[in-house]
DNA sequence: GCCTCATGTGAACGGCGTTCAAAAAATGCC
DNA sequence: GGCATTTTTTGAACGCCGTTCACATGAGGC
């Protein structure tokens, strides 16, 4: 053991661990979650096939693992864009609301397979999502319900949530199938105006 | 050979396919895509592994099959849904509308391993989608853009058939993260309100 | 130096989709 | 019917997979 000094035990296990991560989010990113083989993993990590297995219980932990990256990716992109726009009025809101779901877009093609993966992970049989994974969660819709306070000051915050949660899930399912080339969808390049179209309309709903 | 008389080679293979899909769709509507094993299918139906081979080219195929048949269900579905509804006015429309796409929550919600599969297939690389399945997801577009006619009888062919486009998806997105456990979501008795709400907030956006 | 014990190893296991040489059945011909 | 030829069916075998576990390896305390 001891390459380095002073590592001890679980320092290098942790380095490892990082390293399997990154490994797997390259392998992901390039060859979707397929590609995830944990003798590939092992091999380019430098360790044992068995060895994995001490770093992570199996594999679809890994690819959470991954996922949570990416979320946090994600989360990072859009918070860049709410900052660059204004929140007094509720015009401001709208076009907040519309810049952060094109940037939910922009994010879905320029990471297209870690995109994918974080809604193919079904977990096996007992399903309890990890804690972290839900507050990652929460804070992607609070970027939702933050311009949503603005335009809906009389509801509450649970109605907001509610309606945040349908907003995205409405520009999410546009995404979802305009970048899925199996589908007969929305064309690619028709994808922002049609989004855009979906955010002011349903904003437009609002005060109606 | 020859169990049944006057019956070909090619009509009991045709008849062993039908049970193969029968057999796979039975598996796949209860343990999902990840059900559906070479082995098991082909004791089920009484024929031996390598003969599977002779009827269909690999499970992907068996499982492109399956979901024809569910595409073809909810297109009926969907069918049977618009037809009760008349169309003479804007708001008979949108009150259509609605019913769609409640009566596509419906289907989803019936159906959700055999629905789910129809967009957890990713055919390996080629990517060639047959033409058939094209087809399918067409006719569905038409049930959208039917009531569409009524209520932008401006607009071009072409265009409606893209807002048609980004309505479904839409109502989809709602649908896929609202039916997904893993997931922070719409809760499940919301649904069908929020999606009330979201198609009529579009309708209302045509007009201004 | 030596014992102890945590750590790392890779052969092995069970399961998977798919293939293919060989067996079996059907067909054609006398 | 009997034999040769072709078609169809069979299941053992292949290669790959995730995961396990008996064993080897090396570090830390004495």
């Known amino acids: 053991m001891m390459e380095a000094r002073h590592t001890s035990t679980s320092e290098r296990r942790q380095a490892q661990l990082d390293a399997l991560v990154d490994a797997a989010e390259r392998r992901i990113a390039t060859g979707g979650i397929k590609a995830l083989k944990a003798r590939d993993l092992a091999a380019e990590i430098g360790i044992a096939l068995g060895g994995l297995y001490n770093l992570v219980p199996d594999l679809d932990e890994l690819a959470l693992r ?120 929305v064309p690619p390049q028709a994808l922002n105006a049609q989004i855009e179209w979906l955010v002011r309309a349903t904003c437009r709903g609002f005060s109606t």
């Open 66 to 185: 991954v996922s949570s990256r990416t979320l946090n990716r994600l989360g990072e992109a859009l918070t860049a864009t709410a900052d660059r726009w204004p929140l007094a009025t509720p015009d401001d809101a709208v076009n907040r609301l519309v810049a952060i779901a094109q940037a939910y877009l922009a994010f879905a093609r320029g990471n297209l397979s870690l995109w994918r993966t974080l809604f193919e992970l079904r977990l096996a049989g007992d399903a309890v999502l990890p804690e972290w994974a839900a507050n990652d969660q929460l804070r992607l819709f609070h970027h939702i319900a933050e311009p949503l306070a603005v335009l809906l000051p009389q509801q509450t915050e649970a109605g907001r949530g509610l309606t945040a949660r349908t907003l995205f899930a409405a520009v999410h399912g546009i995404v979802v199938i305009g970048l899925e080339d199996r589908l007969i969808a």
